[in-house]
Structure formats: C-alpha cells, structure tokens
C-alpha cells in the first residue's frame, strides 16, 4: 500500500466519522427544537396562537393570526 493510499483511507475515515457526529448533533438539535416547539405552543393554546405557529414556520406569536390583521 503507497502512502497516499494510506493518506487517502484516513482522510476518509476522519471525514466519515466527522460527518456522522456532524450528522448525530444535527438531529439532536433538531428534536430539541421540536420539543421547544410543542412545549411554546402547548403553553399557549388559544387558536390565534395556533394559527401563527402554523404560518410562522415554527414560531408561536401569541395573538397573531395572517387572516385577520
């Protein structure tokens, strides 16, 4: 085995594992984020609040609803 094939096997196990942690805290994140989002808006359950955190991407604005401004 020449030693750029070495280099090569190493660059892409490194890489490999980086994207898989990379990958493993993306998804927490995005299930933290998830939960943030249930708990905001369960704290908030009245209809308008409902309706923004459907049209604001996953932000619960209380009180605001895009059909009656």
Do not use: E
């Not at 927490?28 to 049209?55: D, E, H, K, R």
């Amino acid at each position: 085995m020449r030693p750029n094939n070495l280099l090569a096997w190493f660059y892409m196990v490194l890489m490999g594992h980086l994207f898989a942690v990379a990958l493993r805290v993306f998804m927490i994140f995005v299930v933290v984020i998830m939960i943030l989002i249930g708990i905001f808006s369960s704290i908030n359950q009245t209809p308008a609040c409902a309706q923004g955190f459907v049209y604001s991407k996953g932000l619960c604005i209380i009180g605001y609803d895009p059909r009656n401004k």
